[in-house]
């Protein structure tokens, strides 16, 4: 059950909801104010949000929750029309601290947020009955904004297996390209064979000569395809290099039939 306007006047004259300005009191809620914004865990006093992008909210209230009571931040309605989208705790009986809260924007405009003006609110709830464990986790006594506190050991593997997969996929993507743009030098190829060939045969070119064209032609394609992956392929072991030999060979090779 949601404690009315004049149950929130006596959590705040009682020191439940700390730093608290009655004149944001609604009919079962309290307007909150923002304090800072943290992205990074670097505090700023506005930010703005492209489509996607998040950042934590430090409000000014506190609470500090009886054993038989709980809150809950909740968007205001003009936010969620805007775009905003809110993720909270749920805040146990027993917690004390300062109300965070996270925002995302999940409309397709920047959004810009300053300490102006309001985003959330907070309402309370009655817990049947006593808790018989109060909350005393990471969490407790938070005035300042602790990212994942003495969660950073346990997420750590998960947050280097994402950047993991995250460099896989830019890898993936790298060879991708490589290997289209290696197709169309080989397309390239074949067509520029194709016309020189057909040229040579109505020339009086020799035999010799022949065959070094067409050798210099396929070194300078294979030298095209080996710069090709080298600017594109980002993790260096993966490299092939007997393009680059190759090319390099048929240019020597050619030269040397051109000169006898």
Do not use: W
């Amino acid at each position: 059950m949601y404690l009315s306007d004049t149950k929130i006047q006596e959590l705040i004259d009682s020191k439940v909801l700390l730093n608290a300005d009655a004149s944001n009191i609604g009919q079962v809620t309290y307007d909150l104010r923002t304090e800072g914004f943290y992205i990074n865990e670097s505090k700023q006093s506005e930010v703005e949000l492209g489509p996607g992008d998040s950042a934590f909210v430090s409000c000014v209230e506190c609470v500090a929750l009886p054993n038989d009571l709980t809150a809950s931040v909740l968007l205001r309605n003009s936010r969620i029309r805007q775009g905003l989208s809110l993720d909270a705790p749920l805040y146990f009986p027993g917690h004390g601290t300062r109300l965070f809260y996270r925002v995302t924007n999940v409309s397709g405009n920047t959004i810009t947020l300053d300490k102006s003006k309001g985003i959330a609110q907070v309402a309370f709830q009655h817990v049947d009955g006593v808790v018989a464990h109060p909350y005393h986790g990471a969490f407790s006594d938070e005035l300042n904004f602790n990212g994942l506190a003495d969660y950073s050991d346990i997420y750590a593997g998960e947050l280097k297996k994402v950047e993991d997969k995250k460099d896989e996929v830019a890898h993936i993507e790298s060879r991708i390209y490589g290997n289209v743009l290696a197709l169309f030098a080989i397309f390239a190829a074949i067509f520029t064979l194709v016309n020189v060939n057909a040229g040579g045969l109505s020339s009086n070119i020799t035999t010799v000569n022949f065959v070094a064209l067409d050798l210099l032609i396929i070194g300078g394609f294979l030298i095209l395809a080996s710069a090709i992956e080298t600017f594109l392929v980002k993790d260096r072991e993966k490299k092939v290099s007997l393009p680059l030999v190759l090319g390099i060979a048929c240019i020597v090779v050619a030269v040397v039939l051109a000169f006898r």
